[in-house]
């Protein structure tokens, strides 16, 4: 098996099967049927929890579940504040959700609101509201990085589209902790007044999916592709222009082929079939900036099967092996442009870059290939005259030291080696076993990265080191 993680994720009802149902019963409703309709309460907590609200804490996560308290000296108005003590680092962080046993109806609502302080100014990793595992989170909002100061103020996070929010649970949430040693940390977090408002000061809305960016992929029958970079953007009454990142179910997604690829309420695209089809979105009545055009060309043939005995082999990616290490394949590189999707053809994993400029593959553990003189790796274009390289990048101490003949003192050893995979034919796999040679020759112990550029659109499977 692959080392990758999966989410499963479940389409959900659409509204019009149910109306399709209820059209074919023989009895129809009276116009007298009032439906249940939960109440439209938008406190949270204002000097107490409000109703049905309870405190969960992200225990699994690794939360301090005793990090949260009352307030009642330090408050901004009233009797009592929520009080959150974010540990030092390397202890912990603070974690958490309230959630309500009492549904609320936030379709009359524009945004969350509070007023909060800390002991020391900060920047909030993560806070918002829609966290409720009963619905896989389908609502939910997350603003990063948002900053408080040492006195109280009034913050702002809008709801993307209200209508949506009929029966809410999850009504706050935050997640905040020192990310390395010397940052915040050890410090009094407080919030008071947090309740849901009609502020009708909201404008301005510029939702996005693919953080506003035009994407092509070329993908084959059978594979899925995730929307993400999908964010909502106002314009506050104090001219900030506050984003957060959006759950899917905000949007309604649009597919220009169907016969192609379809999109579920959850941004999954799935391809269906042969042709081209261009996926958007729209957020509130809004057009969402950003689109992605998928080109598919049919069923994917599988990657030849390796034959090498698993001993001779330390595997990065491949179903025929067990992997040596766990690896990343979407490292977001400061300035890269590349989309990475594991993909699924015909019950074999592969890896779909597209509108690659420059990514890499980053092992966990680093591989010992001492005794392998090999990298073997499939490649697969759609395009002519597509052409990848390939660095196998050496990291961290190894068997070789090299000293500065000036100071004495160690210089920085690692290595790399860089390979063309050119001669790519259209429309078939092609295999490359790569010489572990050049400046890694003698020094393989470490080796913790492939580096991949050109494209800008190929599919990888099988690469693995190896002896024969």
Same mark, same amino acid.
């Given at each position: 098996m692959k080392n990758t993680k999966y989410i499963n994720l479940q389409f959900l009802l659409l509204l019009s099967l149910g109306i399709t149902f209820f059209s074919s019963c023989e009895r129809d409703f009276s116009d007298e049927v009032v439906f249940a309709t939960f109440p439209p309460n938008g406190d949270v907590f204002i000097d107490a929890f409000s109703s049905g609200l309870d405190y969960f804490p992200f225990v699994d996560a690794g939360a301090d579940p005793e990090a949260f308290s009352v307030e009642t000296e330090d408050v901004f108005s009233g009797s009592s504040a929520m009080r959150f003590d974010v540990p030092s680092?390397?202890?912990?962080?603070?974690?958490?959700?309230?959630?309500?046993? %009492?549904?609320?109806?936030?379709?009359?609502?524009?945004?969350?609101?509070?007023?909060? =302080?800390?002991?020391?100014?900060?920047?909030?990793?993560?806070?918002?509201?829609?966290?409720?595992?009963?619905?896989?989170? =389908?609502?939910? +909002?997350?603003? $990063? $990085? !948002?900053?408080?100061?040492?006195?109280? @103020? =009034?913050?702002?996070?809008?709801i993307p589209d209200a209508s949506k929010l009929i029966s809410e649970t999850g009504l706050?949430?935050?997640?905040?902790?020192?990310?390395?040693?010397?940052? @915040?940390?050890?410090?009094?977090?407080?919030?008071?007044?947090?309740?849901?408002?009609?502020?009708?000061? #909201? %404008?301005?809305?510029?939702?996005?999916?693919?953080?506003?960016?035009?994407?092509?992929?070329? /993908?084959?029958?059978?594979? *899925?592709?995730?929307? /993400?970079?999908?964010?909502?953007?106002?314009?506050?009454?104090?001219?900030v222009n506050r984003t957060?990142? +959006? %759950?899917?179910?905000?949007f309604d997604f649009t597919s220009s082929d169907i016969e192609v690829a379809r999109v579920?309420?959850?941004?999954?695209?799935?391809?269906?079939?042969?042709?081209?089809?261009?996926?958007?979105?729209?957020?509130?009545?809004?057009?969402? $900036?950003?689109?992605? *055009?998928?080109?598919?060309?049919?069923? !994917?043939? %599988?990657?030849?099967?390796?034959?090498?005995?698993?001993?001779?082999? =330390?595997?990065?990616?491949?179903? /025929?092996?067990? $992997?040596?290490?766990?690896?990343?394949?979407?490292?977001?590189?400061?300035?890269s442009t590349t989309?990475?999707?594991?993909?699924?053809?015909?019950?074999?994993?592969?890896?779909?870059?597209?509108?690659?400029?420059?990514?890499? &593959?980053?092992?966990?553990? *680093?591989?010992?290939? *001492?005794?392998?003189?090999?990298?073997?790796?499939? +490649?697969?274009?759609?395009?002519?005259?597509? @052409? #990848?390289? &390939?660095?196998?990048?050496d990291v961290g101490a190894n068997q070789m030291i090299e000293t500065d003949p000036n100071t004495g003192f160690p210089i920085a050893d690692d290595k790399d080696f860089r390979f063309d995979l050119t001669g790519l034919t259209v429309g078939q796999w092609t295999s490359f076993d790569i010489p572990l040679g050049g400046d890694i020759a003698t020094q393989k112990n470490n080796l913790g990265a492939l580096i991949l550029t050109g494209g800008p659109n190929f599919i990888m499977d099988n690469i693995y080191f190896y002896t024969e």
């Open positions: 680092f390397g202890n912990g962080f603070v974690g958490a959700t309230f959630n309500t046993t %009492a549904n609320r109806n936030l379709t009359s609502f524009d945004a969350l609101t509070f007023y909060a =302080k800390a002991s020391q100014a900060a920047a909030i990793d993560a806070i918002g509201f829609g966290i409720d595992g009963s619905t896989n989170n =389908k609502f939910q +909002v997350t603003l $990063n $990085n !948002l900053e408080v100061s040492t006195r109280w @103020e =009034k913050y702002v996070i809008p706050f949430w935050l997640a905040e902790g020192a990310s390395f040693a010397g940052d @915040e940390g050890g410090y009094t977090l407080l919030f008071d007044e947090i309740k849901f408002e009609k502020l009708g000061t #909201v %404008a301005q809305p510029s939702p996005a999916i693919f953080s506003g960016q035009d994407l092509t992929e070329q /993908t084959f029958t059978g594979s *899925t592709v995730t929307i /993400t970079g999908l964010t909502q953007t106002f314009n506050l009454d104090n001219g957060a990142t +959006v %759950a899917p179910s905000y579920s309420e959850l941004g999954e695209i799935s391809v269906i079939g042969e042709g081209t089809a261009e996926i958007t979105a729209v957020l509130g009545g809004v057009s969402a $900036n950003g689109s992605i *055009t998928i080109t598919s060309s049919g069923t !994917l043939q %599988a990657a030849p099967d390796p034959t090498l005995p698993q001993a001779n082999v =330390k595997s990065i990616f491949s179903n /025929t092996y067990v $992997n040596d290490t766990e690896s990343n394949f979407t490292p977001g590189f400061g300035g989309e990475t999707t594991v993909a699924s053809a015909n019950g074999n994993d592969v890896l779909v870059y597209s509108n690659n400029n420059f990514t890499g &593959i980053l092992f966990e553990n *680093t591989v010992d290939a *001492t005794a392998l003189t090999f990298l073997h790796v499939d +490649v697969y274009v759609q395009q002519a005259g597509t @052409e #990848v390289g &390939i660095q196998i990048r």
